[in-house]
């Protein structure tokens, strides 16, 4: 995944290098037992909710990191893994610039079954939580921004005002020529896609001629679905805004995957190593070496409401 270690890289030349390496060694050195130990023993994450919440009472600019996982809860399949296929291929062997090049037809109709699959899919309690808790915080004038990987839409279905999709979306797309990005919900995304897109391995690859793709209503330049594929980078402008949200946040959540897997590992580490509480909501047993502050293992949709609910303290709710 060449995009992660650009980013990687990016993030060695904005944050404190020193800081990064500390927290990667943290535990790994052949240092003394004693401070083996005590390194440990603070990298236990925690599932006392009652400490959770003392710190969010406290927050006032909270980042939520999300992945998979939340989309998944409310049945949105992601292509990878066991039984993730779309006739016979998986999300890492069309979601590429050199897919799209050679068949961008069987592209196109693998994004359009995926926008399709997205009216019968709903938010979950995750996503609602998360909605429900910026509006009320944002009114005590506190922040909650939500920075996901996921390309679905649900967050803002949910009613999420601050966004940061870093995968980009499923209902944008961007010019090939020209570079305009522009929203589209429109079902089908072109008459020649309609009915198109069925997901069986025996389903006909029809090659639909380039010319009757989505075209751009500028300059008529074919269209490709806004979202990052294997292989290329991140926006950097989304890039800078997440930056920005990192550097100034005093909570950070993680639910839906895991702070030591792609893309919460790029930036959860640098947020734990200024201080700031991290806390995971996700399915995964807690890692033995885990340096982040809380964990809640579970359905995020079962464990997140409760964490992010009005705490008594709150005096506008
Ligand atoms: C992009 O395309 C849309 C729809 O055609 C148009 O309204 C908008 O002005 C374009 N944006 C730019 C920056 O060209």
Same mark, same amino acid.
């Given at each position: 995944?060449?995009y992660y270690?650009?980013?990687?890289?990016?993030?060695?030349?904005?944050?404190?290098?020193?800081?990064l390496?500390s927290?990667?060694?943290?535990g790994l050195?052949?240092?003394?037992?004693?401070?083996?130990?005590?390194?440990?023993?603070?990298?236990?994450p925690?599932?006392?909710?009652?400490?959770?919440r003392e710190?969010f009472a406290?927050?006032?600019h909270?980042?939520?990191?999300?992945?998979?996982?939340?989309?998944?809860?409310?049945?949105?399949?992601?292509?990878r893994?066991a039984?993730?296929?779309?006739r016979?291929?998986?999300?890492?062997?069309?979601?590429t610039?050199g897919?799209?090049?050679?068949?961008?037809?069987?592209?196109?109709?693998?994004?359009?079954?995926?926008r399709e699959?997205?009216?019968?899919?709903?938010p979950?309690?995750?996503?609602?939580?998360?909605a429900?808790?910026?509006?009320?915080?944002?009114?005590?004038?506190?922040?909650?921004?939500?920075?996901?990987?996921?390309?679905?839409e #649900?967050? &803002?279905k949910a009613?999420?005002?601050? %966004? $940061?999709?870093i =995968?980009?979306?499923?209902f944008?797309?961007?010019?090939? *020529?020209?570079?305009?990005v522009?929203?589209?919900y429109k079902?089908?995304?072109?008459?020649?896609?309609?009915?198109?897109?069925?997901?069986d391995?025996d389903a006909e690859?029809t090659?639909?001629?380039?010319?009757? #793709?989505? &075209?751009?209503?500028?300059?008529n330049? %074919? $269209?490709?679905? =806004?979202?990052v594929?294997?292989?290329?980078?991140?926006? *950097?402008?989304?890039?800078?805004?997440?930056?920005?949200?990192?550097?100034?946040?005093?909570?950070?959540?993680?639910v839906?995957t895991?702070s030591?897997?792609?893309?919460?590992?790029?930036?959860?580490p640098?947020v734990?190593? &200024?201080?700031?509480?991290?806390?995971?909501f996700?399915?995964?047993?807690?890692?033995?070496?885990?340096?982040?502050r809380?964990?809640?293992?579970g359905p995020c949709?079962?464990?997140l409401?409760?964490?992010?609910?009005?705490h008594e303290?709150?005096?506008?709710?």
């Amino acid at each position: 995944m060449g995009y992660y270690h650009t980013v990687a890289l990016m993030l060695f030349l904005h944050f404190t290098t020193r800081r990064l390496v500390s927290q990667v060694y943290c535990g790994l050195k052949t240092a003394s037992a004693k401070k083996q130990r005590t390194c440990y023993e603070m990298a236990r994450p925690s599932s006392n909710m009652a400490e959770f919440r003392e710190i969010f009472a406290k927050a006032k600019h909270i980042t939520i990191i999300t992945g998979a996982g939340v989309s998944a809860e409310s049945g949105v399949p992601t292509f990878r893994g066991a039984g993730g296929y779309w006739r016979k291929w998986q999300a890492q062997d069309l979601a590429t610039p050199g897919a799209f090049a050679k068949n961008p037809s069987r592209v196109w109709e693998f994004y359009h079954y995926r926008r399709e699959l997205m009216m019968t899919k709903h938010p979950n309690p995750a996503h609602i939580a998360m909605a429900e808790c910026e509006a009320r915080l944002n009114r005590q004038g506190r922040s909650v921004v939500v920075i996901t990987q996921n390309i679905d839409e #649900l967050h &803002r279905k949910a009613g999420t005002k601050h %966004l $940061l999709e870093i =995968h980009g979306s499923l209902f944008k797309t961007r010019c090939t *020529s020209c570079g305009n990005v522009t929203a589209n919900y429109k079902s089908p995304i072109c008459p020649a896609l309609a009915g198109k897109g069925a997901p069986d391995p025996d389903a006909e690859d029809t090659r639909i001629p380039v010319e009757d #793709l989505p &075209r751009c209503d500028d300059c008529n330049g %074919l $269209l490709r679905p =806004h979202v990052v594929w294997f292989g290329e980078t991140l926006d *950097s402008d989304v890039f800078t805004e997440v930056e920005k949200e990192l550097e100034i946040c005093d909570l950070c959540l993680v639910v839906g995957t895991s702070s030591l897997v792609n893309p919460a590992a790029m930036f959860a580490p640098h947020v734990s190593a &200024r201080g700031v509480p991290v806390a995971e909501f996700n399915m995964q047993s807690t890692p033995a070496t885990d340096k982040f502050r809380f964990h809640f293992q579970g359905p995020c949709g079962t464990t997140l409401p409760p964490a992010l609910a009005r705490h008594e303290t709150e005096l506008i709710s």
